[in-house]
């Protein structure tokens, strides 16, 4: 059985999606469902059963499952950049973190976890998942939980003992009940359909024009793949990268969408709020090498295609990942 914490979660029940597509459904969910409608995410996926977050912990210590466990996709977590609760965070994203890590690396099953690309901070060290992580100043609270677990897991010396997942901008089907921290696609989309127009943040760097500030989009259909090869190779350990190994611009995010929808392009530049300008990203490029070297495919699908795919197929239709 696997253990995917955070399933119901955007891409956690995508990976739940990608391994139905390769005949595992032996999967137990666990998550915190709350008042969120990110249980519509489950409903046309298989799995073999469902916990919450804190009653999971209490099964596991009762040593009931571990029997059972043949590996841990970790990827439970608040992933909300602008929370201001650090105490929650700590809890959240760092704490319950080790519980499980050292839990499951005691029992030598294969614990992969969800590290981010917030934890590179403003890029001064660069986006590559060789530089020394001791280094990286994180812009957020969120980015910095994630890099107190990379730094734990270093400290102890476990990172030849489990798997991290730098994840850059993931964006598409199963994001829905993400609020304010959705992709700007689906905000994009919400405004076209809405307005007939986009509205994107200014540049207040002088490097970068209105619209032209760059981030590596990744599709969340290509982070599964990526992901799917490591559970096959579980021999492989380390922090890696996941991301499309390319830097676009937010118009070429949003220009597709208008694209897809059969409409003239048309966005409007507005003004940054101030509490978020000292924590902006202008650019962010994964370094893939790492990834690549271990010969896995890094097949990516060009972004107007991924683009058109989710406005078409899922947006257009208010439709999830499910199996046909």
Request: glycine share 6%; hydrophobic share 35%.
């Given at each position: 059985?696997?253990?995917?914490?955070?399933?119901?979660?955007?891409?956690?029940?995508?990976?739940?999606?990608?391994?139905?597509?390769?005949?595992?459904?032996?999967?137990?969910?666990?998550?915190?469902?709350?008042?969120?409608?990110?249980?519509?995410?489950?409903?046309?996926?298989?799995?073999?059963?469902?916990?919450?977050?804190?009653?999971?912990?209490?099964?596991?210590?009762?040593?009931?499952?571990?029997?059972?466990?043949?590996?841990?996709?970790?990827?439970?977590?608040?992933?909300?950049?602008?929370?201001?609760?650090?105490?929650?965070?700590?809890?959240?994203?760092?704490?319950?973190?080790?519980?499980?890590?050292?839990?499951?690396?005691?029992?030598?099953?294969?614990?992969?976890?969800?590290?981010?690309?917030?934890?590179?901070?403003?890029?001064?060290?660069?986006?590559?998942?060789?530089?020394?992580?001791?280094?990286?100043?994180?812009?957020?609270?969120?980015?910095?939980?994630?890099?107190?677990?990379?730094?734990?897991?270093?400290?102890?010396?476990?990172?030849?003992?489990?798997?991290?997942?730098?994840?850059?901008?993931?964006?598409?089907?199963?994001?829905?009940?993400?609020?304010?921290?959705?992709?700007?696609?689906?905000?994009?989309?919400?405004?076209?359909?809405?307005?007939?127009?986009?509205?994107?943040?200014?540049?207040?760097?002088?490097?970068?024009?209105?619209?032209?500030?760059m981030r590596d989009f990744v599709y969340v259909k290509d982070v599964t793949k990526m992901m799917l090869q490591f559970y096959h190779k579980p021999?492989?350990?380390?922090?890696?990268?996941?991301?499309?190994?390319?830097?676009?611009?937010?118009?070429?995010?949003?220009?597709?969408?208008?694209?897809?929808?059969?409409?003239?392009?048309?966005?409007?530049?507005?003004?940054?709020?101030?509490?978020?300008?000292?924590?902006?990203?202008?650019?962010?490029?994964?370094?893939?090498?790492?990834?690549?070297?271990?010969?896995?495919?890094?097949?990516?699908?060009?972004?107007?295609?991924?683009?058109?795919?989710?406005?078409?197929?899922?947006?257009?239709?208010?439709?999830?990942?499910?199996?046909?």
């Amino acid at each position: 059985m696997i253990v995917l914490t955070g399933g119901a979660g955007f891409v956690g029940s995508a990976f739940l999606w990608e391994l139905n597509l390769n005949g595992i459904d032996d999967v137990l969910v666990v998550d915190h469902l709350g008042t969120s409608e990110k249980w519509k995410n489950l409903r046309g996926l298989r799995y073999r059963d469902y916990l919450e977050k804190d009653r999971f912990l209490e099964v596991l210590n009762s040593g009931k499952l571990d029997s059972q466990i043949k590996a841990v996709f970790h990827l439970g977590a608040c992933s909300s950049t602008t929370e201001s609760d650090c105490s929650y965070l700590i809890q959240n994203n760092y704490e319950y973190s080790k519980t499980l890590a050292l839990h499951f690396i005691k029992r030598d099953v294969p614990f992969y976890y969800a590290s981010s690309a917030a934890t590179y901070g403003d890029g001064q060290q660069g986006y590559s998942d060789r530089t020394d992580i001791d280094t990286l100043r994180p812009l957020n609270m969120y980015g910095y939980s994630k890099q107190m677990f990379d730094q734990w897991i270093l400290r102890n010396q476990l990172q030849e003992k489990v798997v991290g997942f730098k994840f850059f901008n993931v964006w598409g089907p199963n994001e829905y009940h993400k609020a304010s921290m959705r992709s700007m696609v689906v905000k994009a989309y919400e405004q076209v359909k809405k307005t007939s127009r986009v509205k994107l943040f200014k540049s207040y760097h002088p490097d970068y024009k209105d619209g032209e500030q760059m981030r590596d989009f990744v599709y969340v259909k290509d982070v599964t793949k990526m992901m799917l090869q490591f559970y096959h190779k579980p021999r492989v350990h380390g922090i890696f990268n996941l991301g499309s190994g390319q830097a676009n611009t937010w118009l070429d995010l949003v220009n597709p969408i208008f694209k897809a929808l059969n409409m003239k392009s048309d966005v409007e530049f507005i003004e940054m709020p101030e509490e978020l300008r000292g924590k902006y990203q202008y650019y962010t490029k994964a370094a893939m090498d790492k990834f690549s070297q271990l010969g896995f495919t890094h097949t990516q699908t060009p972004l107007e295609d991924a683009v058109e795919d989710f406005v078409l197929n899922y947006l257009e239709k208010s439709a999830y990942l499910e199996l046909s």
